[in-house]
C-alpha cells in the first residue's frame, strides 16, 4: 500500500513563509494530479494547488500570487512554497495523489497524513 508522506508546516507569523513537502513513499506506475488542500477548524476540506505531470496548475483564488506548487515527478515529490502567510491560512494541509499503482490498477485518491499550519501573531 502506498503512502503519501509530508513534512514542514508549523506555527509562523503573519507574512512568513513555510513550505511544505510530499512524496510517495514508493515507486508507483502513475500519480497524476499531486496538490494540496486544506481544511479550517469547522470547515470542508478545499483544494489549495495542483499540479500534473504536464505542468499545469490550478490554485484557488484565495493563495494566488502567494502560494506556488512544484513538482518532480520523477521522484514523485511535491513542494507547497507558501509566503505572505496570512492567519486565514491556519489550517490542517493534506497532501493528495490520484495514485496508479500498477500499469492495470484504477486510479483512486491517497491522502497524506496532514499537518497543521499556523499563522499567529
Known amino acids: 500500500q502506498v503512502q503519501l508522506v509530508q513534512s514542514g508546516g508549523g506555527l509562523v507569523q503573519p507574512g512568513d513563509s513555510l513550505r511544505l513537502s510530499c512524496a510517495a513513499d514508493?515507486?508507483?506506475?502513475?500519480?497524476?494530479?499531486m496538490g494540496w488542500y486544506y481544511q479550517g477548524p469547522g470547515k470542508e476540506r478545499q483544494l489549495v494547488a495542483k499540479?500534473?505531470?504536464?505542468?499545469?496548475?490550478k490554485y484557488a483564488d484565495s493563495v494566488k500570487g502567494r502560494f506556488t506548487i512544484s513538482r518532480d515527478s520523477r521522484k514523485n515529490t511535491i513542494w507547497l512554497q507558501m509566503n505572505n502567510l496570512k492567519s486565514e491560512d491556519t489550517a490542517v494541509y493534506y497532501c493528495?495523489?490520484?495514485?496508479?499503482?500498477?500499469?492495470?490498477?484504477?486510479?483512486?485518491?491517497?491522502w497524506g497524513q496532514g499537518t497543521q499550519v499556523t499563522v499567529s501573531s
Open positions: 514508493r515507486n508507483v506506475f502513475s500519480i497524476d494530479p
Open positions: 493528495y495523489g490520484g495514485i496508479k499503482p500498477w500499469s492495470w490498477s484504477e486510479r483512486s485518491d491517497y
Open positions: 499540479i500534473y505531470t504536464n505542468g499545469t496548475t
